[in-house]
């Protein structure tokens, strides 16, 4: 029973690295998409509660491709998400304001598919090195543990 849960936590923090990872790949990836011009039609704070006051910048933006106009609201991929820091949420309203033109890189197989920053951030390099540290560190102590926890 002990070596099933070991491996199953083991699969669970893979899957998420392999997870991270895609994502990674898809934000280079978006560098090759066609660009083209939009325009930041909402820029705003969404404020919520949620074991304590939440922020969530709210940004969308329209463009055109291939004669059809679209509209999304993915700056980029691994960013712009809710969290508990006003001032992460204020840094995209203020970067995006509204009636601003952006460029906007649109996936050229799936028009509908667009985002304002493409590319691999820090933030990315920074999380991923967590999460290997947690995988190739904590996981084997927290199985030391779980082992030694039902040998009582």
């Given amino acids: 029973m002990e070596w099933n849960s070991w491996v199953f936590f083991s699969a669970l923090f893979n899957l998420l690295v392999l997870i991270y990872i895609v994502g990674v790949i898809l934000s280079f990836r978006a560098f090759f998409w066609d660009k083209v011009g939009g325009k930041i039609i909402k820029s705003e704070i969404h404020t919520y509660l949620d074991d304590g006051e939440m922020y969530e910048p709210q940004v969308e933006y329209e463009y055109k491709y291939n004669d059809e ?84």
């Avoid at 970067?95 to 820090?122: A, H």
């Avoid at 999460?131 to 904590?138: E, H, R, S």
């Fill in 69 to 152: 106009v679209y509209s999304n609201d993915r700056i980029s991929f691994g960013s712009g998400g809710s969290n508990n820091i006003k001032s992460s949420a204020e840094y995209f309203v203020d970067r995006y304001c509204l009636g601003w033109d952006v460029t906007v890189y649109v996936n050229p197989k799936k028009p509908n598919k667009s985002i304002l920053e493409p590319g691999v951030r820090l933030n990315h390099l920074a999380f991923l090195a967590i999460l290997l540290f947690a995988i190739y560190l904590w996981v084997p102590i927290g199985g030391a543990i779980w082992r030694y926890l039902f040998s009582l």
